[in-house]
DNA sequence: CTGAAAGCGCTTACAG
DNA sequence: CTGAAAGCGCTTACAG
C-alpha cells in the first residue's frame, strides 16, 4: 500500500503538501498540484479512508436503515427496493457508499452507536421497526437523517402524497357513478401514515359530493399482505354486499381481495371495481388489469438523497417533501352513466 | 466521543490495557478486564473504527459487487433480492457490516481499489457486469471472495446445481411421457453458466434415454425478461408446432412464453406443458400452475457467507459448492401413459 | 506557496 | 499481569 509519505519522497514535497494537492484544499501552485497528482495517478495510490476517518470524522458513508417487518419481503418490498435501486446510485454519485445499519451488530448496538462505531455521515430511513423507540432520538441525535416513510420529529421525510392519491381515488370511482364505495385498508399508524393517509383523502373527497362515509364501509386488514386482503375483503364484503366498488391501499391486498371476489363468482369490474396502489410488479402479471396508484420510487429516493446531502452540507432541512402518486388506469373499474344532480 | 484514554483516566490502567481488556486479547487479571468493562458500559463508550482499521487493517466490512445487466431489477431480482437479505443477516451477526461496491465511485476507481480504499475484507460477488476484465483480478487480488452465480478463476462459487436440475426436468417430462420437448434457454456463457448448465443437464438426461436432443428444438432468447421469452417462444413454436412440452430456463421467459401460447389458442398443459425455473414471486401469482424449479436462496447465502467468513479466517475455501434446486411440482405439466419399451 | 509539529483513537510488540 | 513507546495514514492549524 502506498501513502502520501511514499509519493512526498517521490515528489521531494512534504505530506501535508501532498494531502493538499490531492484534496484540492488549501493553496498551491497549480504546478505543484500537477506533478503531485501526476505523480499519485502513476503509482497508483488509493487514499485510505480509515486514516481520513480517523483525523477528519467524515467517513463518507451512508447508513441505511431498513426492516420489512410490515411485508417481510426485505429488498423485495415493492417499495424499498425499486427506492435504494435508485438511492444508492445517486449517493455513489456523489462519492458516498451505502452501509446497512442494525440492532444485532456488535450484540444489541443502537443505530445511533453504529453510526458513531464508523463516523457514519447520514442516515436513510427506509423503515424502521414498528414503534422503535429509538426513532424518537434519531432527530436530535447530531446525525443527518431522512426518512422515506416514517415520521420521526425532527427529520424530513420524502413520501407520496397519500392524501392526494386518496382523493383522486374517491373521485375516480364517483364520478364513474359509484355511490356506494368501500375502503379497503392495512393498519392505521400516525408515524407510519401510509394507509391513514390514503384514507383521509379518500374520505374527505367524498364529502366534497356532500356524501358522508359511512364507516360501515371501511375495513382495516390485519396486515399488508394477500391473506390479510382475502380476510378483509370477505368481511367487508359479507357487510356490505351492496357495494360497487372498492379502493384498496396496496395492490398486495387488492390481489387477496380479487382473488376472494372471484371466488364468489364476482367479475371484476362488472360486479365490483377495484382500486389498488403501489403498482406492485408482483402483483402487475396476476392482475393486469387492476388500476392501481404507482409511487414515484425514483423520485422519492432521488429528492431524499439530495435533502440528505443537503443537510449534510448544513443547509436546513425541508420538513416534508411530497411526491406525487401517478394513476395508472386499466380496466378495474366500470363506469356508469351519472344522471346530473340537478 | 468518549476514548479508551478517557477510560484509562477513570480506571486508572493505561490505554493498552483498557485495549486489551475491551478485545479480550492478551493476558489479563480478570478484575482488571472486569473493572475495565464496567467503566466502559457505564460510560457508553463506542469504540471507533477508523483508529481500529487503521492500526489493524481490519474494518469488518463486506463488499458485494451488484450489477443486474441481465434482468435490470437490481434489489427486486428473483434471485438476489432474497438472497441479500439472508446474507445480509448473517453477516452481520458476525460482527460484520455490508458495503455495495461500485465503480464509478471518486471517479471510476477499480472495485479493487475501493477494497483498499475501506480495507474491506471480503468481497460478495452476486453478480458482476458481463465480461468485466477486472474480474478476472479478483481471484488473486488478496481480498477473500466469494461468488453466488459467475464462476471466477481462484474464487469458490455458492451456486445451484443447475446440472442435476435440468436433468431433473427432462426427467420429469420424459417419464410423463414427452418426446418431443423443447428447451428455451437464454444467453449461455461459460463464467456464468446458468442457462448453459441447465441445457448440459436436460440434454444428458435425454441421452440417457436413448434419444439424441434435436437442436432444433433449442432456442436461446436473448434476454432474461417476459419478452424475450415471449418472441424465443414464437421461434422456437413456429419452427417445431410438434412440441408437446418445453422447459424454459426462467419464469420470466417462462412467461412471455406462456403469453404467446395461450395467445395462439394453446392450452396449458393440454396442448402444451412448460416447467419454469425460479420460482419468480412476480410470476407465481399470474401462473400459480406454473411447475418450476426454486433455487435455496437462504441455503446460498448461508453457504456463502460461511465460506466467505472461513476464508477470512485464513481457512481454504472449496473450489464450489452446489445448492441443490427444489422441484416445486404444480400443474403446467401434463402426464400421458407411456408404453413400456420393449 | 510550503513544511514541521501535533493529533485523530486505536493496537502491537517489547519491557518489566 | 501491566505500561511506555511507537506507529497506522491522514489532516489541521500554525509558522515561515
Redesign the pocket.
Known sequence: ?I???DLAKQT??????I??A??G?????EE?RQTIQDAAKKAGYT??MA??S???KHSRIIGVIMEDVAMKRGFEHPLFGGLLNKFRHEIEMAGYDLLFLSKHFNDGMSYIDHCRYRDIEGILIVNPIDDDPEMKTLGSCGIPCVSTNEFIPGVCTVVTDNESAGQAAAKILYEAGHEKIGFLGAPFRENSPAALERYRGFKSELETYGKEFDEQYLEVCDAWWDQAGYDGMKKLYERCPDISAVFVVCDALAFGAMKYLLEIGKNIPDDISVIGFDDDTTVLKAAPNLCTFRQDRDKIAQLASEVLLQEIAGVPRPEVVRVPAQYIRRSSVRRFARFPKF
Do not use: H, R, V
Not at 521531494?12 to 503538501?17: L, N, Q, R, W
Not at 484544499?25 to 501552485?29: C, H, M, R, V
Open positions: 500500500m501513502t502520501i509519505y521531494g514535497f512534504s505530506a501535508p503538501t494531502s493538499k490531492l484534496n484544499n488549501g493553496k498551491l501552485s505543484t487514499a485510505n486514516a481520513k480517523l483525523s477528519t
